[in-house]
């Protein structure tokens, strides 16, 4: 894999905040009707780099930070489609028969081709779980729209 790049997701730095309780975090978001969705990272919109999986399983990657995430648990609900993810980024993974620890960092024109020959063993949420208690539904009063993360372990 040409240049590929490995970075610690424990020492990765955003500038995203939640719209509603203003949290730091590595949030997704959905705004203006799904119109498109953000990057976790640095909040520039993302791109889908595996097409042929159009709704199911897509991960997305944008063209400053290039690192792979997907739609994790929800962080908040605050209607119609304006809601916000936690990012889910692979945090164990193989690549040519060597294991990596930590976030890949791909080449945005060839994040594809890379992703493919990338074999995913453990997945991080990069937030725990958290989940907002100030948007349009949260979960003490909307709890069907929530679901304890997978990933974090208590």
């Given at each position: 894999m040409k240049n590929l790049k490995i970075?610690?997701?424990?020492?990765?730095?955003?500038?995203?905040?939640?719209?509603?309780?203003?949290?730091?975090?590595?949030?997704?978001?959905?705004?203006d009707g799904g119109e498109y969705t953000t990057c976790p990272f640095c909040g520039d919109e993302a791109d889908v780099i595996n097409e042929e999986d159009k709704y199911d399983d897509q991960i997305l990657i944008c063209?400053?930070?290039?690192?792979?995430?997907?739609?994790g648990c929800v962080h908040a609900i605050g209607g119609c489609t304006d809601n916000t993810s936690n990012a889910h980024v692979p945090s164990k993974w193989i690549y040519d028969g060597q294991t990596y620890v930590g976030a890949p960092q791909l080449e945005f024109e060839e994040c594809a081709t890379q992703w493919a020959k990338i074999t995913v063993l453990e997945w991080a949420c990069l937030n725990s779980g958290k989940q907002c208690m100030d948007c349009a539904y949260p979960p003490y009063r909307s709890p069907e729209y929530y679901r304890k993360c997978d990933l974090v372990k208590k």
């Open positions: 970075r610690d997701i424990i020492t990765l730095l955003n500038n995203c905040r939640c719209w509603s309780c203003h949290t730091y975090g590595f949030f997704i978001e959905t705004p063209k400053k930070c290039c690192i792979p995430f997907d739609f």
